[in-house]
């Protein structure tokens, strides 16, 4: 059992029912008419049901998650449902929200398929990349029938096919649109290809087009048309980045009270239930903006342990995957850590008003089903994986003392 990764995990678990009915009660009762313990009740089923998936996750047998009916039937019904989202998002409202169709109801449980997506491309690459290393990984030029064929163009056509699959997962995922989403998935995409043996020139050079070419659009739509931005939320909450108080009383209120609930706390906070932001200020303070509840509560010396702890389980996930024997395991934590990672600097961007407001949750501390269930099985995954790192090491020594 690897506790440097299981006790941060079990502890950001309980501390999120406590956070959540925090910052919950109050918005519920007003604004929704519920009872105050609603949220609480949802999130304790929802962090007892993740913790049993991530046991499970880890005395599982690793060859199912490679098995082809598994790995295919889990890729077809992510884009089955993320293709069905999107359609009846369109016409029945229950699907979507705030311009967004990103969910689909399930009695008191909303299903994002977009949460499912990061788990699967992470679990498709790994088995692709490793597969296909011989591929990847070698340099030079080769020969084959038709002459001289350079590394990259062999690269290319071992790995065409998957990537034509997962830029169609991507690009589903921004149509509905999840920014947010998106962004974490070609992170995962491009950190996975790095890790497997592509050139990194090339991988960082299409992480520079990328990054290049979404600040440019972004650029462009702010200074120059900012009309096209202001006529969808999405883009509203983009441009509420540039200038939140100029936008105070619609899409700006999160990032504005948010920066209020951050001075409020100061260094410890005001204590625990004490805050004034979450009273109806901050829109649903306990999902994607529930740090800035903490902050104010419990300062931000509470902040920086809420996220040194997610910290501490990226910090030993990657130094599995570096210690890893196995090629599939090595990619397997780099994809985890990534997306554990790479939602975490959203969702702290966001808040802080550095990024602009995508709705990405704050990883294992933030209200909501999809997010924390995909993560709990992340967790068992490695849990699974580092077990299986550490008895290969075992055995390997026992040999040599035999030899």
């Known amino acids: 059992m690897d506790y440097l990764i299981l006790i941060p995990y079990l502890a950001l678990c309980v501390f999120s029912v406590v956070m959540v009915f925090d910052a919950s009660y109050s918005w519920v009762t007003v604004q929704y008419r519920q009872a105050a313990t609603s949220y609480l009740v949802k999130q304790l089923t929802f962090v007892i049901i993740g913790i049993a998936l991530a ?37 029945n409202p229950e699907f979507s929200a705030n311009g967004a169709s990103a969910w689909i109801p399930l009695g008191p449980f909303h299903l994002q398929p977009g949460e499912l997506a990061k788990l699967v491309v992470i679990l498709y690459m790994a088995d692709i990349m490793s597969m296909r290393q011989r591929y990847i990984s070698s340099v030079g030029v080769t020969h084959n029938i038709l002459g001289p064929m350079p590394s990259y163009f062999r690269t290319i056509g071992a790995t065409f096919g998957p990537f034509i699959l997962l830029t169609a997962i991507l690009l589903l995922v921004l149509l509905e649109p999840d920014t947010g989403g998106f962004a974490i998935l070609f992170m995962i995409l491009i950190i996975m290809m790095m890790a497997s043996g592509f050139s990194a020139k090339g991988a960082m050079g299409w992480l520079g087009v990328f990054f290049a070419f979404a600040v440019s659009v972004f650029t ?80 931000v010396v509470g902040a920086i342990l809420t996220v040194g702890a997610i910290i501490l389980i990226v910090a030993r996930i990657v130094m599995i995957g570096i210690r890893a024997k196995d090629v599939y395991h090595s990619l397997l934590m780099y994809g985890i850590a990534t997306l554990i990672m790479i939602q975490t600097t959203f969702n702290v961007g966001a808040v802080v008003g550095l990024l602009p407001i995508t709705g990405v949750t704050l990883p294992f501390v933030s209200y909501g089903g999809s997010s924390l269930l995909i993560l709990s ?27």
């Open 55 to 91: 046991f499970l996750a880890m005395f599982s047998n690793r060859n199912l998650w490679r098995k082809k009916w598994f790995l295919y039937g889990f890729l077809g019904l992510t884009i089955f449902l993320l293709m069905f989202v999107l359609v009846l998002g369109k016409i």
């Open 220 to 299: 462009l739509l702010v200074t120059k048309l900012p009309g096209v931005l202001a006529k969808s939320y999405q883009g509203r909450r983009f441009l509420a980045v540039v200038n939140p108080f100029k936008m105070a009383k619609d899409e700006g209120k999160q990032l504005v009270n948010s920066m209020y609930a951050i001075n409020h706390g100061g260094l410890f906070g005001v204590g625990l239930g004490n805050g004034q932001m979450k009273a109806g200020y901050i829109p649903e303070p306990y999902t994607d903006f529930i740090l800035s509840t903490i902050t104010e509560e419990l300062g």
């Open 377 to 403: 099985v992340a967790i068992g995954i490695v849990l699974n994986v580092s077990a299986r790192e550490k008895r290969q090491r075992i055995l390997e020594k026992d040999g040599e003392k035999h030899a």
